[in-house]
């Protein structure tokens, strides 16, 4: 999820796409679902910038709401679904404040907003997803990988840094590294996949 110090209208509506508005679902996210592990719910895609994710969890029968710091994303993704005939609902928000969403959330989905935060804004951030969700929801999150930071590259935290931040409230599944999948990069950058289940 976009950080508040930056202007992330103009980062897209920059004619160079940002490097992790790739136009296809995540790998991640379709081998989660692939896996059993979460089937159709109400869920919260956490920073869905265009909605990409939003649209794909929606056409495999969840019922998503996608939230966005950046109003120009949030537009986009409107106008994503009007054109596939998608149904979902998008609010323009930050994750540190999030508005009445109409919850509790089954499943929440966070591809790179989690990393974006000042480590001071952690426990907010958990409090918030908490408040949206209920106990034995699942939380999927997607980040930078703090073994191999890249410069430009996202954010990056340490598999010790994720478990002081959720393992109070989420029962840790697993965590997993991977390959970020980017676009305007020479390397995709490596990223760590956590799966979580609220306390």
Known sequence: MPAPDRDWDQIYRDPETPPWDTGRPSVQLQRLLDSGAVKPCRALDLGCGTGTNT??????????????????????????????????????AS???????????????????????????RGVFVAQVLGVT????????????AKEPQDPGPP????????ATFSHDFEIEWIR??????????KPPLGYATLMRRR
């Open 55 to 92: 649209l794909f969890l929606t056409q495999q029968g969840f019922d998503v709401t996608g939230v966005d710091l950046s109003e120009v994303a949030i537009q986009r993704a409107r106008e994503k679904a009007r054109a596939a005939g998608v149904k979902a609902n998008f609010v323009c």
């Open 95 to 121: 994750v540190t404040a999030l508005p009445g969403l109409g919850g509790p959330f089954d499943f929440v989905f966070d591809r790179g907003c989690f990393h974006m935060l000042a480590k001071e804004e």
């Open 134 to 145: 209920r106990p034995g929801s699942v939380y999927f999150l997607l980040c930078g990988n």
């Open 156 to 163: 990056t935290v340490s598999e010790e840094e994720i478990r």
């Open 177 to 186: 590294e991977f390959r970020l999948q980017v676009v305007n990069r020479p």
